[in-house]
């Protein structure tokens, strides 16, 4: 669905795909039985892969390799036309303090450097923790948005990536776009916060006015840590198709202003490109 979105907004097939964050590899071929090389201790060797924008759905025929920081890869010169991503543990409730504001850091240094490195018009797709549209202080999103527009977001149920126990953490699909000039679109601005005296938590402003973009009925509860927690219930699983109507929204109203400029970076990878095994994970992008 989310590559549907893409090319509904413009992004063309065969054009260059940045993707980081959970398996990656997976986001750009929709083959989840691929295979992840990893360390001795058990972890991912890379955390960033390119690839071309799919046709109708994945194709693992197609090659995806990772990104390396080497100059002198020319595969990896900028700019992408598409970033994807699925950060990490965004479908879990933490419980420190510490390790919360930690993953919010992470979210936005990791989404500034995804964004600079697209083309002016180039679209991000981020699967991120509902607690960064719901944080409470909205100039957290000043130094992006300076440079992406806000074209909007879904909020998934619980559990609707896994259903682990833990995993009960609602996730929101944010749709950004790399802005090709400095003067900002008033209507497409990040969304400010609200605290709810109903039920004792902050919540985006956008899913207040948008409330058919919650996929599922909005909850709030005190759990085993006496932790106030939302949550977003969907017994029926109705979700996926209700995230098709979101998607074909977004597009409708946003596609007819994007552009994507240079004609001739829309090729697929070379199928001999090389995979550079030695490079070590790293923070950042």
């Not at 295979?35 to 001795?40: L, M, T, W």
Request: with cysteine; proline share 9%.
């Amino acid at each position: 669905m989310i590559w549907d979105l893409l090319r509904d907004l413009g992004a063309p097939v065969g054009g260059r795909t940045l993707a980081f964050g959970v398996d990656p590899q997976v986001l750009l071929t929709g083959d989840s039985n691929w295979p992840q090389a990893r360390d001795a201790d058990g972890f991912p060797v890379h955390d960033r892969w390119q690839g071309p924008v799919p046709g109708s759905r994945p194709s693992t025929h197609w090659e995806t390799f990772p990104v390396t920081r080497n100059p002198l890869n020319l595969q990896m010169a900028r700019p992408f036309d598409v970033a994807v991503a699925s950060m990490p543990y965004s479908d879990i409730h933490l419980r420190s303090r510490e390790t919360r504001a930690m993953r919010l850091h992470s979210f936005h240094v990791q989404a500034i450097e995804a964004l600079d490195a697209l083309a002016p018009g180039g679209h991000a797709v981020f699967l991120a923790n509902h607690s960064v549209l719901d944080y409470p202080d909205p100039s957290r999103w000043a130094r992006l948005a300076k440079m992406a527009d806000f074209l909007g977001a879904a909020r998934l149920p619980s559990h609707a990536l896994r259903a682990a126990p833990a995993c009960d953490a609602p996730v929101d699909v944010l749709v950004l776009r790399r802005r090709d000039s400095g003067y900002p679109d008033t209507g497409l601005q990040f969304p400010d916060v609200h605290w709810s005296t109903e039920d004792g938590l902050h919540e985006s402003s956008y899913f207040t006015t948008h409330r058919d973009r919650v996929l599922g009925t909005r909850d709030v509860g005190t759990d085993y840590w006496g932790m106030q927690q939302l949550a977003v219930h969907d017994p029926d699983r109705t979700w996926p198709g209700r995230l098709v109507g979101v998607f074909n929204e977004i597009a409708h109203q946003h596609a007819n202003s994007t552009t994507y400029p240079t004609p001739g970076r829309g090729e697929p990878a070379p199928r001999h490109a090389t995979r550079l095994q030695e490079e070590p994970p790293g923070l950042h992008l």
